[in-house]
């Protein structure tokens, strides 16, 4: 199977196009097209030098609150001795294009396309980019949530070619997830998981269920259901959904259909403020 990853590069559209995009906000769901990732929708952060980010996603009240995802696009030169401002901030970077130096409690990693990092709430890290082209990588932020008796999980680093898609049960191959973590292990409170179907391959029932998700299409196209919405989504478009979004799909065209998946886990559901009596 050939990988690709789509990767946004901004610019600004053409005085004569037209307006409307795909773009969706609603109670339920957010779709972000890749066409909006224009340089006017680019934020900078504080602590890092020569680097543009689209925000994607963020903790929002009435919405999806447990995490951002942002989209980060690194200039030769450019990179963060420290990047997570949250001292309890955990992440995921998967890199979609070029090449970035992560270096990880002074330990140093070459990540190329389709590279994959865990960085450990607290962990030391800092991104550079040492070559000519800009390194473009989705940042995947989430608060951990500590358990008495259960330590918080290490960093790790792989990539996308070393974990083999796992074929879900009954589906011939047509779906499979790459996992990077174990789903068994309870350290982990977020799973940032990639998902494959091959042409013709289906959700064929809507999943309704308490995690939050963000979805962005690495490659290929496909039709998601949102709620009550049949939406056709490509890669680089970016999908958020609040817990309970009902959501199935099917890959159409003649690529896999893969996208990035991040979602909550292995935690208890948190409760109202106790009633004074």
């Not at 901004?10 to 990732?37: K, M, W």
């Not at 543009?52 to 690194?74: C, D, I, M, N, Q």
Request: net charge negative; with cysteine.
């Amino acid at each position: 199977m050939e990988y690709t990853y789509y990767a946004p590069t901004g610019g600004l559209p053409d005085q004569n196009q037209r307006a409307r995009e795909r773009a969706q906000f609603n109670t339920s769901y957010a779709v972000i097209p890749r066409g909006v990732l224009s340089d006017i929708t680019i934020s900078l952060l504080p602590g890092w030098e020569n680097t543009r980010a689209w925000v994607l996603a963020r903790p929002l009240s009435g919405f999806a609150e447990t995490f951002a995802e942002l989209v980060v696009e690194v200039a030769p030169g450019g990179g963060s001795d420290n990047p997570e401002p949250d001292p309890e901030g955990q992440s995921v970077i998967f890199v979609l294009a070029g090449h970035i130096r992560l270096v990880i409690e002074g330990v140093g990693h070459e990540l190329d396309a389709g590279g994959y990092a865990y960085l450990a709430p607290g962990a030391q890290w800092s991104v550079a980019n040492d070559q000519d082209t800009p390194g473009t990588f989705v940042w995947v932020r989430k608060r951990y949530e500590r358990v008495p008796g259960i330590d918080a999980p290490e960093s790790f680093v792989t990539a996308d070619q070393d974990k083999p898609p796992l074929e879900m049960p009954n589906t011939s191959g047509y779906w499979s997830t790459s996992r990077f973590v174990d789903p068994n292990d309870l350290r982990h409170d977020m799973h940032v998981n990639i998902v494959t179907f091959m042409p013709g391959g289906t959700i064929p029932f809507a999943e309704t269920h308490v995690m939050e998700h963000g979805i962005f299409v690495l490659q290929g196209r496909g039709v998601y259901l949102l709620n009550q919405d049949w939406i056709e989504v490509e890669e680089g478009d970016f999908m958020w959904l609040r817990a309970f979004c009902p959501q199935a799909c099917y890959a159409a065209g003649r690529r896999p259909f893969r996208y990035l998946l991040y979602k909550d886990v292995n935690r208890h559901p948190k409760l109202g403020s106790p009633i004074s009596g």
